[in-house]
């Protein structure tokens, strides 16, 4: 499986408050503060992820698929880590051989780019005095995306994943500086 590559930035939706500069540039320093403290897959020890076995990622197997974080590490960032030799691009088919496939990437969080394209593009106008509910958002990738790209004043993060909410109450931006 290959991922699909990042939407390109569309235009500015009416509802969006804030240009692009200011809002990606605010991800982009969130994911900056996150990977500092965050192994480099993203998944805490306390996690168990769990592979599809149908649908669209089902050929998704443990042994050759990486998980790398789609908000934390863009594809220009995975690239300099393969070529660094810290991600590899290849698995080898037959021990000693040249019989390589590539490595499946996968991500459990939404790219800086895709949730952009969400909230400018794909959403319609969300009232400011519209309460958000996001469940199970692990780092809060969306969670961040709406606060820095939309105006939404409530926002309500339920997180089943203990680990998470501990680096969020530690982290030095902490989710009520969002």
Known sequence: MVCPPPCPPPPLAPACTSDYSSGDTKLRKIADDLREIMPLNAILP????????????????????????????????????????ELARNYCVDCSSHNTQPITYISHSASRE?????FRALLPPIPED?????????????????SKLYLVLHILKMNVAYNCCVI?????????KI
């Open 46 to 85: 306390t996690e168990q992820i769990t592979f599809p076995s149908v649908g669209e990622n089902a050929d998704c197997d443990p042994t050759h698929t990486l998980h790398v974080d789609a908000f934390l590490y863009d594809e220009d960032m995975v690239d300099e880590l393969c070529d660094t030799g």
């Open 114 to 118: 895709r949730l952009a394209y969400i």
């Open 130 to 146: 519209t309460i958000l509910l996001d469940i199970g958002s692990r780092l809060g990738a969306v969670l961040y995306g709406v």
């Open 168 to 176: 969020e109450l530690s982290w030095k931006g902490g989710a009520n």
